[in-house]
């Protein structure tokens, strides 16, 4: 399964992308982990559903210091060609 979530909040400047990064590894998901411009935090994820439905609860909560306002998830066509995870 591949699934994009938009995190918004206070999620730029926290070390969000690390923590998703880490916690996506320690899951097992590829994918990617973008700071976009308008403030938000992109995170395109590859993985079970299981593992999917843990990272949108970490994303929800992020590291010490974000302040998480929205996550808003949907399905994209599953993509083999993406792994490992990587932030931009």
């Known amino acids: 399964m591949t699934r994009r979530f938009l995190v918004r909040g206070r999620v730029q400047g926290v070390g969000f ?15 990617h982990a973008i700071n976009l411009e308008d403030g938000s935090v992109e995170v395109v994820a590859r993985g079970g559903e299981a593992a999917l ?23 994209l066509p599953d993509d083999p060609a993406i792994v ?3 932030t931009h």
Do not use: Y
């Open 84 to 86: 490992g995870f990587r």
């Open 17 to 31: 992308r690390w923590f998703v990064s880490r916690k996506a590894e320690e899951l097992g998901i590829a994918g």
């Open 53 to 75: 439905a843990e990272l949108a609860r970490l994303l929800q909560r992020g590291p010490r210091l974000a302040q998480v306002s929205s996550v808003d998830a949907s399905d």
